[in-house]
């Protein structure tokens, strides 16, 4: 994951999905939700094909794999694509097994952060595949792939401030603006807000005091995090 002083912002994760036309339909039976898509996934040997917009695949040791941009989580054991599970980012690998029953959860590198407890979140609004292997693909006796269903889900958190939220303006050097914020959340911010501000943030309340300003920006970026998802407050300047 990218460090608060090298991070890139993106608010979605993919633009759009597309219908393969190759051996995948819609299919919203057994409750499954709208929007999701069957797909029989090849492994490499046989098509190599891909999940959605990812760059998600089956190679031939029957594992799912993908790059560093595209990590991947195993959810284990579920009730299918419909089951309702959040964003879990405790264990993302570039490789998984392929295993029927198992729930999957693709996310792209570049809408994740790392906090400074330790913690991963993914930005609220951006969104992530959430996939279920429902059985192998056999020719001739031998797995040559999956069938999986797979849905586009978008990230939240209802008791975080809505992403861009203005926290307020700040007029001069030694002045400040507070926020109120859930007690259980995190907070995180760039290079760039450390050398300008004195953050405290205790009891729920977040204090923000401008200490310095050698900097031409005139907005800086706070980042909260509620578990797995965080939203980015701005403080702007006028000075």
């Known amino acids: 994951m990218k460090k608060f002083i090298n991070l890139i912002l993106f608010n979605v994760l993919f633009a759009g999905m597309l219908l393969f036309t190759f051996s995948c339909s819609k ?17 490499s040997d046989n098509g190599k094909t891909l999940l959605g917009e990812s760059d ?51 996310f ?12 991963v979140a993914i930005r609220t609004g951006s969104s992530y595949y959430r996939f279920y292997v429902e059985a192998p693909i056999l020719k001739d006796k031998e797995t040559v792939g999956a069938t999986v269903k797979y849905i586009l889900v978008t990230a939240s958190e209802r008791r975080l401030p809505e992403d861009g939220t203005v926290v307020g303006t700040i007029y001069n050097v030694g002045e400040g603006v507070s926020y109120n914020l859930p007690k259980d959340a995190e907070c995180g911010w760039d290079s760039d807000v450390s050398d300008n501000f004195d953050i405290n943030f ?7 005091t401008l200490s310095a300003y050698d900097s031409p920006l005139n907005s800086y970026n706070i980042y909260v995090r509620l578990g797995s998802v965080y939203s980015c407050l701005v403080v702007k300047l006028d000075l």
């Open 108 to 119: 792209s590198y570049n809408t994740l952060m790392d906090f400074p407890s330790g913690a």
């Open 27 to 43: 299919d919203n039976s057994h409750g499954d939700p709208n929007g999701t898509i069957t797909l029989n996934m090849m492994n």
């Open 202 to 208: 205790s009891d729920g309340k977040m204090d923000i």
């Open 56 to 106: 998600i695949y089956i190679n031939d040791a029957n594992n799912f794999c993908g790059s560093s941009h595209y990590p991947i989580s195993d959810l284990g054991n579920a009730g299918g694509v419909g089951t309702n599970e959040g964003p879990l980012l405790n264990n993302l690998a570039k490789q998984v097994a392929v295993n029927v029953g198992h729930l999957y959860q693709v």
